[in-house]
T-cell receptor, first 112, second 117 residues
Framework: GQQLNQSPQSMFIQEGEDVSMNCTSSSIFNTWLWYKQDPGEGPVLLIALYKAGELTSNGRLTAQFGITRKDSFLNISASIPSDVGIYFCAGLLGTSYGKLTFGQGTILTVHP | NAGVTQTPKFRVLKTGQSMTLLCAQDMNHEYMYWYRQDPGMGLRLIHYSVGEGTTAKGEVPDGYNVSRLKKQNFLLGLESAAPSQTSVYFC????????????????FGPGTRLTVT
């Protein structure tokens, strides 16, 4: 199946630092979504991107839909302890009945 | 709105036993999905449904069956559980807008942790 390469796999940062992660694919996606998963919970949608070049913010989070439509980036500014969790990117090829392809996830640890 | 709910939250099965996982959504979403999540594998699609009475195979359908008799419910069945089916199972739903920009945002339930011994 389709593959999304998400990096880094894990990050250990100090509170207050900025965080960047990205997803790349060999295929062109029409939609990029970013999710966060807390331990023992289901993924929660953070940001949805629908147009190439689109830059969208949600509080301290900013995500961009790459111009080539083959990548997306998520930035977290001034990290806080509650940012801890697993962050997933997900892409949609065409319509595909809404079927998403997920990255492997980035595990974020924030040290106070 | 409760969003997407899943029952049960935890279950332990012996090899060969059967069980059904229930997913319910109160958002009037057309599409529903079942995923499994394993360490280092991300989320993999098992089966999905694009409407009441319809189902289709996803990426890893073997060993599972599904039914969507009502729009708000999506059932995942394991007829003969195997240790390889030990995983966390997530249900999700999404709604296709008819406006200019179709939207496929999926909303997830809290998950069911299944262990097969």
């Amino acid at each position: 199946g389709q593959q999304l390469n998400q990096s880094p796999q894990s990050m250990f940062i100090q509170e207050g630092e900025d965080v960047s992660m990205n997803c790349t694919s060999s295929s062109i996606f029409n939609t990029w979504l970013w999710y966060k998963q807390d331990p023992g919970e289901g993924p929660v949608l953070l940001i949805a991107l629908y147009k190439a070049g689109e830059l969208t913010s949600n509080g301290r989070l900013t995500a961009q839909f790459g111009i080539t439509r083959k990548d997306s980036f998520l930035n977290i500014s001034a990290s806080i302890p509650s940012d801890v969790g697993i962050y997933f990117c997900a892409g949609l090829l065409g319509t595909s009945y809404g079927k998403l392809t997920f990255g492997q996830g980035t595990i974020l640890t924030v040290h106070p | 709105n409760a969003g997407v709910t899943q029952t049960p939250k935890f279950r332990v099965l012996k090899t060969g036993q059967s069980m059904t996982l229930l997913c319910a959504q109160d958002m009037n979403h057309e599409y529903m999905y079942w995923y499994r999540q394993d360490p280092g594998m991300g989320l993999r699609l098992i089966h999905y449904s694009v409407g009441e009475g319809t189902t289709a195979k996803g990426e890893v359908p073997d060993g599972y069956n599904v039914s969507r008799l009502k729009k708000q419910n999506f059932l995942l069945g394991l007829e003969s559980a195997a240790p390889s089916q030990t995983s966390v199972y997530f249900c999700a739903s999404s709604y296709l807008f008819s406006g200019r920009t179709p939207r496929y945002e999926q909303y997830f339930g809290p998950g069911t942790r299944l262990t097969v011994t």
